[in-house]
Structure formats: structure tokens, C-alpha cells
Antibody, heavy 113, light 107 residues
Framework: QIQLVQSGPELKKPGESVKISCKAS????????MHWVKQAPGKGLKWMGW????????TYADDFKGRFVFSLEASASTANLQISNLKNEDTATYFC??????WGQGTLVTVSS | DIQMTQSPPSLSASLGETVSIECRAS??????LAWYQQKSGKSPQLLIY???SLQDGVPSRFSGSGSGTQYSLKISGMQPEDEGVYYC?????????FGSGTKLEIK
């Protein structure tokens, strides 16, 4: 069965960086794009963008251009999200998502001094 | 960007009651509309895709309808396990956009 398994929760200080991984199994990784979704505490879902798992080309939503990087380790069927220069407002659960049915379990990133 | 206006923001229903949630798109999304249920602390679960197709394993009391800019999700006979937050998603054009969510509770 198709599964997306994300890395564990992170506690970071403002200005630091974080890298979240999403390991896919149960299908051919390069057959489907990987998307990322942000959910701030108590808030709704916000689409961050996607990465073409065949070419490695990322596309970012406007609010996620600059400090956010999508990358792949295709040989390991893994997609990564890196956030640099963390801010308090980056505190959120981040989901990887293979539209439309498959979601990772979410990774909570807490940014606090 | 396509805006998704979802209503109502919250809803309280009795067991067995039929409830409806609406989403209106700011432009035609050609039925590229999905509905998700999210329970506290969990990932969203796909209920309906392409506006009216029921995802495998989802109870038949869930149904979706609509076209163009207007879409709705209906739950025919509220069950305790249906409590949660429901989101619509337009997948017609990038950037994908979610509705703001509807919190559904048992009365």
C-alpha cells in the first residue's frame, strides 16, 4: 500500500534551518509529483508548492519563495523540505502530499527562542 | 489565484441529520474539486474527488455535487465519527487553494 512517512518533530530557534523528509513507498516514486502543505496551529491548510519527482523541478507558491526549498533523494524515494532563517510564523505542521489521496502524517516544526 | 469561499465556518448536527457544506470558486474550476475530512492531530482524508466521485472506503452517506463555481458536500445521516473539520480543495489551476474549513460537531 502507498505510504508517505515523514521525519519527526523539530524544535528550532529563530534564524536556524530545518529539513523535513518524506519517504514514499508502495509505488514508483517518479510517477507522481510531491506537494507540500502547511498548517499553522489551529488554522487551515495552505498549499506551498510541488516538486516534479521525475525532473526534480520545484514550483513554489508565492508565499513560499525564498526561504523554502524542495528537493529529492530519488534513489531513496524521499522528498525533502528545507526552511532556512526560521521565523516564529513558520511554527506549523508540514505535510507532504501526493494528490489527491496520499498524505504524510505531518511534521510539527516549532520555532521558539 | 482562485479563491475558494467555504460555508458555513461551523456546523452542529444531531445524529442522523443530513448536513451540507458549500464551496464557491472565484472562477470555473471544471469539477476539479476535492473534499477532505481532518480530525484533530491527523492528516486530512480524501472523501470526494472530481466533485462527485467517492473515494474508495468512504461511506456512501458522503456525496458531492456541483459544477462550474459552485460545489457542495452532503452527509446523509450524521454519525459520531463524522465530527471533524472539512475542507474543499480546487485542483484546477496552480496555486492549488483550499477552502477555509468547516468545523462539524455533534449537537
Amino acid at each position: 500500500q502507498i505510504q508517505l512517512v515523514q521525519s519527526g518533530p523539530e524544535l528550532k530557534k529563530p534564524g536556524e534551518s530545518v529539513k523535513i523528509s518524506c519517504k514514499a513507498s508502495g509505488y514508483t516514486f517518479t510517477d507522481y509529483a510531491m506537494h507540500w502543505v502547511k498548517q499553522a496551529p489551529g488554522k487551515g491548510l495552505k498549499w506551498m508548492g510541488w516538486i516534479n519527482t521525475y525532473t526534480g523541478k520545484p514550483t513554489y507558491a508565492d508565499d513560499f519563495k525564498g526561504r523554502f526549498v524542495f528537493s529529492l533523494e530519488a534513489s531513496a524515494s524521499t522528498a525533502n523540505l528545507q526552511i532556512s532563517n526560521l521565523k516564529n510564523e513558520d511554527t506549523a505542521t508540514y505535510f507532504c502530499w501526493s494528490p489527491f489521496a496520499y498524505w504524510g502524517q505531518g511534521t510539527l516544526v516549532t520555532v521558539s527562542s | 489565484d482562485i479563491q475558494m469561499t467555504q460555508s458555513p465556518p461551523s456546523l452542529s448536527a444531531s445524529l442522523g441529520e443530513t448536513v451540507s457544506i458549500e464551496c464557491r470558486a472565484s472562477e470555473d474550476i471544471y469539477s476539479n474539486l476535492a473534499w477532505y475530512q481532518q480530525k484533530s492531530g491527523k492528516s486530512p482524508q480524501l472523501l470526494i474527488y472530481y466533485a462527485s466521485s467517492l473515494q474508495d472506503g468512504v461511506p456512501s452517506r458522503f456525496s458531492g455535487s456541483g459544477s462550474g463555481t459552485q460545489y457542495s458536500l452532503k452527509i446523509s445521516g450524521m454519525q459520531p465519527e463524522d465530527e471533524g473539520v472539512y475542507y474543499c480543495l480546487q485542483g484546477s489551476k496552480y496555486p492549488f487553494t483550499f477552502g477555509s474549513g468547516t468545523k462539524l460537531e455533534i449537537k
